[in-house]
């Protein structure tokens, strides 16, 4: 099982978790990442994202399946959602399974590093001063020097 979906809806991590793991298969390894929408300096209303439908899924298709072909993965979740979503609110998940821990960890390793420098979304955040693009930064580009 290999999935990727790129939806506006909310998730639930605990529902998305047990079902990944029910259904992955031989697996003696599950791992999980939940990403939520920071807000670090407490100022943040919402953010906003942006994506290309069928552009995106072909990318994080990729970018899964190359994940799947490296460590021998037996399933693999990438949920990511846009449009428009509050602090604190799940924006991605990432699921991985393996018969061993080590090929699970770094295969979510790498689809998070991936998704967060190669995925096609685009992020605005809006608080009390306007919205603003959210920039790459430059340790999110230096992440994939290690794969």
């Given amino acids: 099982m290999h999935t990727v979906r790129i939806q506006d809806r909310p998730f639930s991590y605990g529902t998305e978790s ?4 029910a259904a992955a298969g031989p697996a003696g390894a599950v791992v999980t990442f939940l990403g939520r929408v920071r807000d ?9 994202i942006e994506h290309y439908p069928g552009m995106t899924e ?19 979740l990438v949920i990511h959602r846009h449009g428009r979503i509050a602090p604190g609110e799940a924006i991605m998940m990432v699921a991985t399974a ?12 790498f689809l998070m590093d991936y998704l967060k420098s190669r995925a096609p979304f685009w992020k605005k955040e809006f608080g009390p001063d306007g919205a603003e693009w959210v920039a790459a930064r430059d340790a999110d580009e230096q992440a994939l020097d290690r794969w």
């Fill in 18 to 21: 047990d079902s990944f793991a």
């Fill in 98 to 109: 393996a018969r061993h821990r080590a090929e699970a960890f770094a295969a979510a390793e």
């Fill in 40 to 48: 670090d300096g407490g100022r943040l209303s919402v953010m906003e």
């Fill in 58 to 76: 072909r990318a994080v298709t990729a970018i899964l399946d190359e994940a799947v072909t490296r460590w021998d993965l037996t399933a693999g």
